[in-house]
């Protein structure tokens, strides 16, 4: 008796088990396009970066 | 022995049961009237907001499905048209139904207020209540207008649309809403009329079962007269056009033609016809909202050519 015999249930997991990989797959590709989106719309960013940086004062009145 | 443990395995269930809990002909619905929303309001959306709010809102609406087919499993297995749906069929256990519509009800509200706005996701998540606790679990077997306040939690998606892409409710999202939740009953009445003994043998209350057919022929007619001024009041909205109003002034002739014709009608005429208008005009309903938020899709193709505006 083969001991690897394939059962038609174990194809059934597979696919359940693919098919949940690949919509979290797909979850994190979608969040990440998201994320992208997000920023880039935002325009440039800057920070303090322990040098002082005169475009990110409020310009005087 | 292998035959043995086959047995046990025969109702496992496969990805596609899982699917078919978040009720993908509905879901399709959804998907498409969020999308004209969304599509036709005046502020452009980022091609990848709109993807993502379009899947979160169909996520949304297929959780309220899996979540309907919890609570509804005793109703569902004994009419015809439901009893092979996963939970009836014991393929998904009801636990498995209530925790999947409870997780993808948090995860698509939470995602769509990220992706867009408190608004959007707000009404999404009142959607959800509206369709499982003031739908399914409280009207659906209390009274025979279940059908005419349930019809609210599939009215809301181009509303959710609108908000995605403003930020706000106004009268072009508001009558978009009317529109389908006027549309509503006369559909379900008419698919009630022929597919009688289904909804006699669950002891729901529709309107067929509680005040008998001729009542129901009679609703059919006076529903349809109330969509009429809503459909064709679309039309002279900032999201209204030509194409809008052509279609509307006929699809609207064409269903108030046939919701006369069902009123018309007594019981021995449609046996004797095999229930041939319900069924016709049940059809002819689905054209009618299809066709009408197509109608304001193409008017909105038109518009950002600078062509068909009012």
Known sequence: MALKAEHEIHKRRFSRNLGVGLVLAGFVALVFGLSVVKITNIGPIQGFDHVVRPELTEPAE | ?310
Do not use: C
């Not at chain 2, 292998?2 to 047995?7: L, S, Y």
């Not at chain 2, 395995?9 to 959804?30: I, N």
């Not at chain 2, 389908?180 to 009445?189: A, D, N, S």
């Not at chain 2, 059809?283 to 193409?298: D, E, Q």
């Open chain 2, 1 to 310: 022995m292998t035959d043995i443990h086959a047995t046990a395995f025969e109702k496992e269930a496969g990805f596609g049961d899982y699917f078919a809990l978040l009720k993908p002909r509905v879901m399709s619905l959804v998907v498409f009237t969020a999308l004209v929303g969304l599509l036709v309001a005046p502020v452009p959306v980022h091609p990848v907001v709109t993807l993502s709010s379009i899947l979160f809102i169909a996520v949304g609406a297929g959780a309220s499905g899996a979540l309907n087919m919890w609570w509804d499993a005793d109703i569902d297995a004994v009419m015809k048209r439901t009893a092979k749906r996963p939970v009836p069929s014991g393929k998904v256990t009801a636990d498995e139904a209530l925790a999947i519509g409870v997780a993808l009800s948090g995860l698509s509200v939470v995602m769509l207020a990220l992706a867009t706005n408190f608004l959007a996701a707000g009404l999404l998540a009142f959607t959800i209540f509206f369709y499982v606790v003031i739908y399914s679990m409280w009207l659906k077997r209390w009274t025979p207008q279940n059908i005419v306040i349930g019809g609210a939690a599939g009215a809301f998606p181009p509303m959710i649309g609108w908000a995605v892409a403003t930020g706000g409710i106004s009268v072009e999202s508001v009558l978009m809403f009317a529109l389908i939740f006027m549309w509503t009953p006369p559909h379900f009445w008419a698919l009630a009329l022929f597919m009688r003994a289904d909804y006699d043998t669950a002891g729901v209350p529709m309107l067929t079962v509680t005040h008998g057919r001729r009542v129901t022929r009679n609703h059919v007619l006076v529903y349809t007269a109330f969509l009429v001024p809503v459909a064709l009041g679309l039309a002279f909205t900032s999201i209204g056009g030509p194409v809008y109003l052509a279609v509307a002034l006929v699809m609207n002739a064409l269903f108030l033609k046939g919701a006369r014709d069902i009123w018309r009608r007594d019981e021995t005429q449609a046996e004797a016809d095999g229930y041939r208008t319900e069924k016709r005009v049940f059809r002819l309903s689905l054209y009618y909202l299809f066709l009408h938020f197509g109608a304001l899709l193409a008017d909105a193709a038109l518009r950002s050519f600078g062509l068909g505006a009012w």
